[in-house]
């Protein structure tokens, strides 16, 4: 079974359009993050979610909007798709403490914007 | 607000040679710092992290790295890699705001 799952792994769409990531977790952790990846291999985080409230939310265009249905799920909705939007976004979890802080990834889905 | 500066972008070595990956952070707090390790493909998952106590940590498939407060490091180690080593290495810090700051990674390429 996978531990945190994304659909779908690839995506190619033209500029303007509307596009979701889903993001599932298995693991019973009750927070959730956004990272995106650019094509220099830099991580960045977009958004975290932690029972389903939003804790962390980077500066990110309001094209981008993540929701949470519950703990186990976190999607990421983009309208208006730019080019500057390819990427690989990552999905991951995690236990809400401090002291840990090691995070589960998914596999990443790579979205491309011609 | 804590940053993370890795200082090779890519490392090139033979099989069965030693590596050492080096990492920097700054932070006004006390921080966490982690490994992850990502190959060609795939999501990133955990090497080893620190948290507290023993400044030399072990992780998964032979790496080990040594925090050292007074430089600000945490160098990432192996004493002979192997052909399946060739990846992506981020090191990461976190502190108490909760988000995982990744440095710009170190792309691994191992040769025979």
């Known amino acids: 079974d996978t531990a945190v799952s994304q659909t779908p792994k690839y995506l190619v769409t033209q500029m303007g359009n509307d596009k979701s990531i889903k993001c599932e977790q298995n693991l019973g952790h009750d927070t959730m993050y956004w990272y995106k990846q650019d094509s220099k291999k830099f991580l960045k985080i977009m958004f975290s979610?932690?029972?389903?409230?939003?804790?962390i939310n980077e500066t990110v265009p309001n094209r981008f909007s993540p929701k949470s249905p519950d703990k186990a799920h976190l999607n990421l909705h983009i309208n208006s798709l730019e080019l500057g939007d390819s990427a690989v976004y990552f999905c991951a979890s995690s236990h809400w403490t401090v002291n840990t802080g090691e995070l589960f990834f998914g596999e990443g889905s790579r979205l491309t914007v011609l | 607000a804590q940053s993370v500066t890795q200082l090779d972008s890519q490392v090139p070595v033979f099989e069965e040679a030693p590596v050492e990956l080096r990492c920097n952070y700054s932070?006004?707090?006390?921080?966490?710092l982690f490994w992850y390790v990502q190959y060609p493909n795939q999501g990133l998952q955990l090497l080893l992290k620190?948290?507290?106590?023993?400044?030399l940590v072990k992780g998964i498939n032979g790496f080990e790295a040594e925090f050292n407060k007074s430089q600000t490091s945490f160098h990432l180690r192996k004493p002979s890699v192997h052909i399946s080593d060739t990846a992506e290495y981020f090191c990461a810090v976190r502190a108490n705001d909760y988000k995982l700051s990744f440095g710009a990674g170190t792309t691994v390429t191992v040769r025979a």
């Open positions: 932070s006004s707090v006390s921080v966490y």
């Open positions: 979610y932690n029972n389903k409230e939003l804790i």
């Open positions: 620190y948290l507290s106590g023993s400044t």
